[in-house]
């Protein structure tokens, strides 16, 4: 039976052109009686690719009854082959629904075959199964991630970003994708590339990037002058404005991104140390070489204070050593999730869950505030499965809270050369017997997505935000600010002064750009440093400052007490001319406790790099004034290169 399933699989992926009844009657039949249809038109047994002898894969029901998990919580079968195969990215619509990108062509990037495609999988009946299976598109050449929103689809597929629209949702593209950007790096690596995508609080559509595939982004047809080189880290995308970004420059191949409560940015990183806290303008190692960071001299690490892995390889990870498996199985991690529903027990919120491919489990960090960063310690893994064909890759939570966990499904090294083509599953991880949830918060007013902003479970707000983001793009600008100032007059009158809250509101304006950098006067003086500290990052979205918000700046850079608001002035600095930088960086450099910082340190010295050739003498002057041992070190060796 495993055997004509799989030929079952190979055959529903031969071109179309080859089998029109087949494909016709395909579409049209439910999922359960696709197999009978098989039988009567075509038995393709050549097709069908090995797997490893070696490793007996357990059938989908009983991966998920065996996954080994708290007490309490179960893993259950959301879909399986043959209704998903190759699932390498996955996101949740506004309706809950669960978007799939299935990648057939890998690992052949320079293939011209347009065969990987979009599925979108729906548990009508609410019984945690998909149940309606939709094709939604399958002409993609190289997909490596997606997200929703704006009416369509954000699809990333090397070279190339695309938006696939579907304004009316009738689950049918409304016409050919729009190339968003083009010129990544595709040529040199099957797997250490540009992925995709996360939406960050501030309204930017957020990717990793990996290390070996260098990448010139630009808009179609931008000269190669005008392209913004990427060739690590985490990138960003504005989808109004249509602006594209390097977050931060390094790691090596980080394939999931996810933000905390207080809005920081976290990935976990496939290969080298596992986790890391991603600040806007960071370098981070390895460096491999990279003339992104070649000033750089030293790059920031990574937060965990432990590894997942005993051994120095994959091949060690392997062979499940006692001393390995107790450290979390092996090097390789995939997807990112810092958990923040509303199903889960509370002492699982806030921490970071990403899959160890080797290991077959999820590995569980728990994380907390160390001067102006975070610290990663390892906590007992969450989940483990005694599949030996289990790979995860994507991690994400939807509407109910329960997590939603994808399985390349094969066996071999985590970047396997020679996939099989015709496995996947994806598993949904729930805490006691949640109730069905249905939603669709498209259709909510604007009032009623204004009061999600406050929902305990984050998938509801972050939905909303970019919904009220729509909104505006759409030419509701008014109504939704009115909406954001009623919650804005609501935690003022409280007695509950919530942090959390007001950052939802903050993030929300920022994400619909309201209101100008000189608004921003007022949460720049709130008590909170995390307030503080996002209002620098927003007031400078736009790349513009005024004199007086520069003013005000400098007097932080002085007076602030909170390390986590220096960080963000010095990142801040680097969206700056050079000759506003100055001003700024001279008082930051004279706090004399940020020198044994993990990244204040490094950040003030990204933000003075750039200007050392253009003015040699005051960079000289700074390092004769600066409390900070390494300022002083790394402006005396970048002066003696200048020409």
Same mark, same amino acid.
């Given at each position: 039976?495993?055997?004509?399933?799989?030929?079952l699989?190979?055959?529903?992926?031969l071109?179309?052109?080859?089998?029109?009844?087949?494909?016709?009657?395909?579409?049209?039949?439910?999922?359960?009686?696709?197999?009978?249809?098989?039988?009567?038109?075509?038995t393709?047994?050549?097709?069908?690719?090995?797997?490893?002898?070696?490793?007996?894969?357990?059938?989908?029901?009983?991966a998920?009854?065996?996954?080994?998990?708290?007490?309490? &919580?179960?893993?259950?079968?959301?879909?399986?082959?043959?209704?998903?195969?190759?699932?390498? *990215?996955?996101?949740?619509?506004?309706?809950?629904?669960?978007?799939?990108?299935?990648?057939?062509?890998?690992?052949?990037?320079?293939?011209?075959?347009?065969?990987?495609r979009?599925?979108?999988?729906?548990?009508?009946?609410?019984?945690?199964?998909?149940?309606?299976?939709?094709?939604f598109?399958?002409?993609?050449?190289?997909?490596?991630? +997606?997200?929703?929103?704006f009416?369509?689809?954000?699809?990333?597929?090397?070279?190339?970003?695309?938006f696939?629209?579907?304004?009316?949702?009738?689950d049918?593209?409304?016409?050919?994708?729009?190339?968003?950007?083009?010129? &990544?790096?595709?040529?040199?690596?099957?797997h250490?590339i540009?992925?995709? &995508?996360?939406?960050?609080?501030?309204?930017?559509?957020?990717?990793?990037?990996g290390?070996?595939?260098?990448?010139?982004?630009?808009?179609?047809?931008?000269?190669k002058?005008?392209?913004?080189?990427?060739?690590?880290?985490?990138?960003?995308?504005?989808?109004?404005?249509?602006?594209?970004?390097?977050?931060? $420059?390094?790691?090596?191949?980080?394939?999931?991104?996810?933000?905390?409560?207080?809005?920081?940015?976290?990935?976990?990183?496939?290969?080298?140390?596992?986790?890391?806290?991603? +600040?806007?303008?960071?370098?981070?190692?390895?460096?491999?070489?990279?003339?992104?960071s070649?000033?750089?001299?030293?790059?920031?690490?990574?937060?965990?204070?432990?590894?997942?892995?005993?051994g120095?390889?994959?091949?060690?990870?392997k062979?499940?050593?006692?001393?390995?498996?107790?450290?979390?199985?092996?090097?390789?991690?995939?997807?990112?999730?810092?958990?923040?529903?509303?199903?889960?027990?509370?002492?699982?919120r806030?921490?970071?869950f990403?899959?160890?491919?080797?290991?077959?489990?999820?590995?569980?960090?728990?994380?907390?505030?160390?001067?102006?960063?975070?610290?990663?310690?390892?906590?007992?893994?969450?989940?483990?499965?005694?599949?030996?064909?289990?790979?995860?890759?994507?991690?994400?939570?939807?509407?109910?809270?329960?997590?939603?966990?994808?399985?390349?499904?094969?066996?071999?090294?985590?970047?396997?050369?020679?996939?099989?083509?015709?496995?996947?599953?994806? &598993?949904?991880?729930?805490?006691?017997?949640?109730?069905?949830?249905?939603?669709?918060?498209?259709?909510?007013?604007?009032?009623?997505l204004?009061?999600?902003?406050?929902?305990?479970?984050?998938?509801?707000?972050?939905?909303?935000?970019r919904?009220?983001?729509?909104?505006?793009?759409?030419?509701?600008?008014?109504?939704?600010?009115?909406?954001?100032?009623?919650?804005?007059?609501?935690?003022?009158?409280?007695?509950?002064?919530?942090?959390?809250?007001a950052?939802?509101?903050?993030?929300?304006e920022?994400?619909?750009?309201?209101?100008? *950098?000189?608004?921003?006067?007022?949460?720049?003086?709130?008590? *909170?440093?995390?307030?503080?500290?996002?209002?620098?990052?927003?007031?400078?979205?736009?790349?513009?400052?005024?004199?007086t918000?520069?003013?005000?700046?400098?007097?932080?850079a002085e007076?602030?007490?909170?390390?986590l608001?220096?960080?963000?002035?010095?990142?801040?600095?680097?969206?700056? *001319?050079?000759?506003?930088?100055?001003?700024?960086?001279?008082k930051?450099?004279?706090?004399?406790?940020?020198?044994? $910082?993990?990244?204040?340190?490094?950040?003030?010295?990204?933000? +003075?790099?750039?200007?050392?050739?253009?003015n040699?003498?005051?960079?000289?002057?700074?390092?004769?004034?600066?409390?900070i041992?390494?300022?002083?070190?790394?402006?005396?060796?970048?002066?003696?290169?200048?020409?």
């Amino acid at each position: 039976m495993p055997g004509l399933r799989a030929s079952l699989v190979a055959f529903r992926h031969l071109p179309k052109h080859r089998h029109p009844p087949y494909n016709a009657m395909m579409q049209r039949l439910p999922l359960m009686t696709k197999f009978g249809a098989f039988l009567v038109f075509f038995t393709p047994i050549g097709l069908v690719q090995a797997a490893d002898p070696t490793a007996q894969r357990l059938s989908p029901d009983d991966a998920a009854k065996t996954m080994v998990l708290p007490k309490g &919580f179960r893993a259950t079968l959301f879909a399986a082959e043959p209704d998903v195969q190759q699932p390498i *990215s996955m996101c949740i619509d506004d309706r809950g629904r669960v978007w799939v990108a299935e990648a057939y062509n890998y690992p052949n990037r320079k293939t011209n075959e347009l065969k990987d495609r979009i599925l979108i999988l729906e548990d009508a009946d609410g019984d945690g199964r998909a149940d309606k299976r939709t094709i939604f598109y399958d002409k993609l050449r190289y997909v490596t991630g +997606i997200e929703y929103g704006f009416g369509g689809v954000f699809v990333m597929s090397p070279p190339k970003m695309l938006f696939i629209p579907d304004k009316n949702r009738d689950d049918k593209p409304d016409g050919e994708p729009a190339v968003l950007l083009d010129g &990544f790096g595709h040529t040199t690596s099957n797997h250490n590339i540009a992925t995709g &995508f996360t939406w960050g609080p501030d309204g930017w559509l957020y990717g990793g990037h990996g290390r070996t595939s260098p990448s010139l982004v630009g808009k179609p047809g931008t000269p190669k002058d005008q392209r913004v080189l990427c060739d690590g880290g985490v990138y960003r995308y504005h989808p109004v404005r249509h602006v594209f970004e390097v977050f931060a $420059d390094g790691t090596t191949n980080p394939w999931g991104v996810d933000f905390n409560e207080y809005g920081a940015a976290f990935v976990s990183n496939c290969v080298t140390p596992h986790l890391h806290h991603m +600040i806007q303008g960071g370098h981070y190692e390895p460096w491999r070489g990279r003339k992104s960071s070649q000033y750089a001299y030293k790059r920031l690490d990574s937060i965990a204070d432990h590894k997942h892995y005993a051994g120095k390889s994959w091949q060690t990870s392997k062979k499940g050593l006692p001393d390995t498996l107790a450290l979390g199985g092996g090097h390789a991690h995939a997807g990112c999730l810092i958990y923040q529903g509303d199903n889960w027990p509370a002492k699982y919120r806030g921490g970071v869950f990403m899959v160890n491919v080797h290991g077959k489990r999820l590995n569980h960090d728990i994380l907390k505030r160390r001067g102006s960063g975070y610290v990663a310690s390892h906590s007992k893994d969450f989940m483990f499965s005694k599949d030996p064909w289990f790979m995860g890759v994507t991690i994400d939570m939807g509407p109910d809270g329960a997590v939603y966990v994808t399985d390349w499904s094969d066996t071999g090294e985590c970047h396997t050369n020679k996939p099989h083509r015709m496995s996947g599953r994806i &598993f949904k991880v729930t805490y006691g017997q949640p109730k069905p949830l249905k939603v669709d918060l498209r259709k909510q007013p604007i009032r009623e997505l204004a009061d999600l902003l406050w929902h305990e479970n984050q998938w509801h707000v972050r939905h909303a935000r970019r919904l009220l983001q729509e909104r505006v793009a759409d030419g509701r600008r008014d109504a939704v600010i009115a909406h954001l100032l009623i919650k804005e007059n609501q935690l003022r009158k409280s007695e509950e002064k919530n942090v959390k809250k007001a950052l939802e509101i903050l993030w929300t304006e920022g994400a619909i750009e309201h209101p100008d *950098s000189d608004g921003m006067m007022e949460p720049l003086k709130n008590k *909170s440093e995390y307030i503080r500290a996002w209002s620098i990052q927003l007031s400078l979205n736009n790349m513009k400052l005024s004199d007086t918000l520069l003013h005000w700046y400098v007097e932080l850079a002085e007076k602030d007490p909170s390390p986590l608001v220096r960080l963000y002035l010095a990142s801040a600095c680097q969206r700056l *001319s050079h000759e506003r930088r100055w001003p700024i960086l001279e008082k930051l450099v004279q706090h004399e406790a940020d020198k044994d $910082d993990a990244n204040l340190p490094l950040m003030y010295w990204y933000a +003075i790099e750039p200007c050392v050739p253009g003015n040699k003498a005051k960079a000289l002057q700074l390092a004769t004034k600066t409390k900070i041992p390494l300022i002083r070190q790394f402006i005396a060796r970048r002066a003696a290169e200048v020409e």
